[in-house]
């Protein structure tokens, strides 16, 4: 299933095609002008300029395309947006600016393989049994009775594609055209693992793999797919699933981006998927598709830390990867979605990536199959300004084990580690951090809350009542 290509010229399409006419740019600019400055930017570059540049508007009508871009061990305080004294990213900065930016948002797992599972599906882990990280050894895999957002998309008539590190098992069956993708273009699992092949659809075409282009093969094969679904007569809705490769080590990047952080490689890395990002918005906004594509950024888990400095940060939180602190765990992660989602929002309220399965379900207006238990929450009321009724309860697991709850604005833990359950110590009673006061989880204070302690408790035994663990794969 090799996809139709468009050639590179087509990928940077002439200037003249994105200018409006000197009358309409100049009305246009008078009513912009009663619009706050900060909005002038998304205006002057979606819908009616648009409507003079390329193609015709898209039909509205049609439910929203979907894009998650996911980066890999990028931590909290990585990006500029999220206070990095010197990593650049001024195209993500932007996005924030132009959408809502979340500060409590989850990864639901600290290592690549649950989290990237728990995405898919809008499940814990512990209900596919995918618990743990795969290697090329594995026989194991995502199970043919889990639905990805992909198959549920699928199904309503969206053109799929996965775009970058898969890692939910790398045999056949469990690959991505086998679980709800049209096109696929990347690594079936990290890049520091061997033999390392590069995959289009379900056929290995470079081995070893050329790491170093890879970020700016992976936003070609994702532009090229939205071109293709654009303008291809078909007019379907899309949705793209761009995993990328890094941070996760060992790091590389071409020549264009080398030496140009001050955070060194691993900021050259960061600062090449902030330019990436850039591109497909780019893209969005030249194919007027902007006002009808709703746009997430979020990372998989936490940095890596014993990798130094070719490990990210977590900003202001503790530890990291491997382990489900708040820095295993906690990401940035920003939607986009200009005329829907307001821009300038920075939110608050408990996100996960969980969220994403019922969040696209709801705007493909998709029914979630009733006998299955779906742990995330649609974000649709957070995004469109609406509020969130409740407080959220978060289960996060290292492996099999149940080691931290997160309550509204508390955190209890049985269990703490350090990087990849390390270190690892029990706690009975259990630590008891309230994380909106205390984000770097330095005081327990569950001796003064036992009333808090007690009510976790008991979401913990309903959890534990209901949970069907399903079998572990390895
Ligand atoms: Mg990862």
Redesign the pocket.
């Given at each position: 299933m090799t996809p139709p290509c468009a050639s590179h010229a087509e990928l940077s399409r002439p200037q003249t095609r994105q200018s409006p006419s000197p009358r309409r740019s100049l009305t246009a600019t008078f009513w912009r002008g009663l619009l706050a400055a900060a909005l002038l930017t998304v205006a002057a570059s979606s819908p009616d300029h648009a409507a003079t540049a390329a193609p015709a508007p898209a039909a509205n009508k049609q439910p929203p395309n979907i894009i998650i871009l996911l980066a890999?061990?990028l931590g909290y305080g990585d990006l500029g947006c999220y206070g990095h004294p010197t990593i650049r990213t001024p195209e993500l900065d932007k996005m924030a600016a132009e959408g809502m930016r979340f500060t409590q948002f989850y990864a639901a797992a600290s290592?690549?393989t649950p989290?990237r599972a728990a995405l898919l599906t809008g499940r814990l882990p512990i209900r596919s049994g995918l618990n743990r990280v795969l290697n090329p050894k594995s026989k194991g895999g995502i199970p043919e009775d889990e639905v990805t957002i992909a198959q549920a998309l699928r199904a309503k008539g969206y053109a799929t594609a996965c775009v970058g590190k898969w890692h939910l098992g790398h045999l056949e069956k469990y690959r991505p055209l086998h679980h709800g993708f049209d096109r696929y273009f990347g690594l079936l699992y990290s890049n520091d693992m061997t033999p390392l092949g590069l995959y289009r659809d379900d056929k290995e075409i470079e081995n070893p793999v050329q790491q170093a282009s890879l970020t700016e093969r992976y936003t070609a094969e994702a532009i090229r797919f939205i071109q293709d679904c654009r303008r291809g007569g078909a007019a379907k809705p899309f949705f793209v699933y761009l995993p990328y490769t890094m941070p996760?080590v060992p790091l590389a990047v071409t020549r264009k981006f080398a030496g140009r952080s001050q955070r060194g490689l691993y900021g050259d890395v960061v600062e090449t998927i902030d330019w990436s990002v850039g591109r497909i918005l780019k893209t969005l906004r030249d194919e007027a598709l902007a006002d009808n594509t709703l746009v997430f950024f979020t990372?998989?888990?936490g940095p890596w830390l014993s990798r130094k400095q070719h490990a990210g940060s977590a900003g202001l939180l503790r530890e990291g990867?491997g382990t489900t602190w708040e820095g295993g765990v906690r990401e940035p992660c920003i939607a986009w979605w200009p005329g829907k989602v307001k821009p300038g929002v920075v939110s608050l309220e408990v996100g996960s990536t969980m969220d994403f399965f019922p969040t696209c379900l709801a705007l493909a207006q998709v029914r979630p199959s009733a006998n299955r238990t779906i742990d995330g929450e649609s974000l649709l009321p957070v995004l469109l300004g609406k509020g969130r009724p409740r407080p959220r309860v978060l289960f996060f697991y290292w492996l099999t084990e149940l080691t931290a709850v997160r309550k509204g604005p508390w955190k209890l833990h049985f269990k703490t580690m350090q990087e990849f359950g390390k270190h690892a110590e029990k706690h009975d009673p259990p630590l008891l951090f309230q994380l909106e006061v205390d984000p770097s989880e330095q005081y327990n204070v569950a001796k003064e809350h036992p009333d808090v302690v007690a009510a976790i408790l008991k979401e913990v035994a309903r959890h534990k009542g209901e949970l069907k663990p399903g079998k572990p794969q390895t």
């Amino acid at each position: 299933m090799t996809p139709p290509c468009a050639s590179h010229a087509e990928l940077s399409r002439p200037q003249t095609r994105q200018s409006p006419s000197p009358r309409r740019s100049l009305t246009a600019t008078f009513w912009r002008g009663l619009l706050a400055a900060a909005l002038l930017t998304v205006a002057a570059s979606s819908p009616d300029h648009a409507a003079t540049a390329a193609p015709a508007p898209a039909a509205n009508k049609q439910p929203p395309n979907i894009i998650i871009l996911l980066a890999d061990d990028l931590g909290y305080g990585d990006l500029g947006c999220y206070g990095h004294p010197t990593i650049r990213t001024p195209e993500l900065d932007k996005m924030a600016a132009e959408g809502m930016r979340f500060t409590q948002f989850y990864a639901a797992a600290s290592i690549c393989t649950p989290s990237r599972a728990a995405l898919l599906t809008g499940r814990l882990p512990i209900r596919s049994g995918l618990n743990r990280v795969l290697n090329p050894k594995s026989k194991g895999g995502i199970p043919e009775d889990e639905v990805t957002i992909a198959q549920a998309l699928r199904a309503k008539g969206y053109a799929t594609a996965c775009v970058g590190k898969w890692h939910l098992g790398h045999l056949e069956k469990y690959r991505p055209l086998h679980h709800g993708f049209d096109r696929y273009f990347g690594l079936l699992y990290s890049n520091d693992m061997t033999p390392l092949g590069l995959y289009r659809d379900d056929k290995e075409i470079e081995n070893p793999v050329q790491q170093a282009s890879l970020t700016e093969r992976y936003t070609a094969e994702a532009i090229r797919f939205i071109q293709d679904c654009r303008r291809g007569g078909a007019a379907k809705p899309f949705f793209v699933y761009l995993p990328y490769t890094m941070p996760h080590v060992p790091l590389a990047v071409t020549r264009k981006f080398a030496g140009r952080s001050q955070r060194g490689l691993y900021g050259d890395v960061v600062e090449t998927i902030d330019w990436s990002v850039g591109r497909i918005l780019k893209t969005l906004r030249d194919e007027a598709l902007a006002d009808n594509t709703l746009v997430f950024f979020t990372s998989d888990n936490g940095p890596w830390l014993s990798r130094k400095q070719h490990a990210g940060s977590a900003g202001l939180l503790r530890e990291g990867k491997g382990t489900t602190w708040e820095g295993g765990v906690r990401e940035p992660c920003i939607a986009w979605w200009p005329g829907k989602v307001k821009p300038g929002v920075v939110s608050l309220e408990v996100g996960s990536t969980m969220d994403f399965f019922p969040t696209c379900l709801a705007l493909a207006q998709v029914r979630p199959s009733a006998n299955r238990t779906i742990d995330g929450e649609s974000l649709l009321p957070v995004l469109l300004g609406k509020g969130r009724p409740r407080p959220r309860v978060l289960f996060f697991y290292w492996l099999t084990e149940l080691t931290a709850v997160r309550k509204g604005p508390w955190k209890l833990h049985f269990k703490t580690m350090q990087e990849f359950g390390k270190h690892a110590e029990k706690h009975d009673p259990p630590l008891l951090f309230q994380l909106e006061v205390d984000p770097s989880e330095q005081y327990n204070v569950a001796k003064e809350h036992p009333d808090v302690v007690a009510a976790i408790l008991k979401e913990v035994a309903r959890h534990k009542g209901e949970l069907k663990p399903g079998k572990p794969q390895t």
